[in-house]
């Protein structure tokens, strides 16, 4: 299985790449400045010229807050640039796995958000990324739209790097403790894609394989919880930890809105892909060994 992968030094194109041979695959790594997605003119060429049995888009404008300064370039590449690759996708005749997010809702429900509860993002960046899902789902019926949620690994940034980060010169940091979600490590997201992918090129017929699926890791918290946990677990192996100090989302303005309750239910994705990932616990413990190991 030869894989397309939009993203290259993303967390999730990172750690397609490095997942890759457990799963007997190939992963081929597309980014800047060879594709940009906000620039569509020679994306086809390349996406032909490179080959392989089925795309996933693991690019994005991921900058939450920043995005609400550049709406146009934020919808032009997780906008219009998805619906370009599935697009070409289409024209390949590969599916294609197309990454979305939890921020698509506005967090308001007062149980787990399923994936036919209705959408309303709250900033920017999911507007965008909803415009993305709307796009792929246009351009081809042979998609599986992944919707995660607050990842974390050893690659680029996120918010277990910047808690690790913050320590080093702090004694206590305030983490809002009313904003609850799905932690999920890109490594294991990873390991879900890869078996989305062998069911969707092994049943090319199949439609309920097909369509919206929630892919998250097991179990939910708030960022202070999430933040305790990081720190827990760094104290015990002598690296950087702090006090977590509560705050309500009222105490850490922010230029975009974020949801309040954006906790995915995985139910759909365990039942059709059959496709369950580790509780955020486990997984985080792997991750910050990870971490630490880099950094010996
Ligand atoms: N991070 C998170 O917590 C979550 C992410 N998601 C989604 O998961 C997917 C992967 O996210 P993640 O790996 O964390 O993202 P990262 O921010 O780690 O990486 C994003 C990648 O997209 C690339 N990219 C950005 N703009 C363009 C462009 N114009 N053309 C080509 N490539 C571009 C970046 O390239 P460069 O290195 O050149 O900047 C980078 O490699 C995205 O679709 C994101 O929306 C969903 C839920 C949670
Ligand atoms: C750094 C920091 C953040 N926070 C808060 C702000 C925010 O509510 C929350 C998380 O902040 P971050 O900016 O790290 O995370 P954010 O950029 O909102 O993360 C999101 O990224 C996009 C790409 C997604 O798709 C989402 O699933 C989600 O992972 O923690 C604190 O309370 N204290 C702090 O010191
Ligand atoms: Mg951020």
Known sequence: MRIIVIGRDGQVARSLAERAAAHGAEAVLLGRPKLDLADPSGIEDILYETGGDLIVNAAAYTAVDQAEAEPELAEAINGIGAGVIAGVAAAMSVPLIHISTDYVFDGTLDRPYREDDPVNPLGVYGTSKLLGETAVAEATGDHAILRTAWIYSPFGKNFVKTMLRLAQDRDEIGVVADQFGSPTSALDLADGIYAVAKNLLSKPQEG????????????????????????????RSGGPSA?????????????????????????????????????WQSSLDRCLEQITAEQH
């Open 208 to 235: 309920t394989l097909r369509g919206i699926f929630h892919m998250a890791g097991g179990g939910f918290a708030s960022w202070a919880e999430l933040a305790s946990e990081i720190f827990a677990v760094s104290a």
């Open 243 to 279: 006090k977590v100090r509560p705050l309500s989302t009222a105490d850490y303005p922010t230029r975009a809105k974020r949801p309040a309750n954006s906790r995915l239910d995985c139910g759909k994705l365990a039942a059709i892909h059959g496709v369950e990932l580790p509780s």
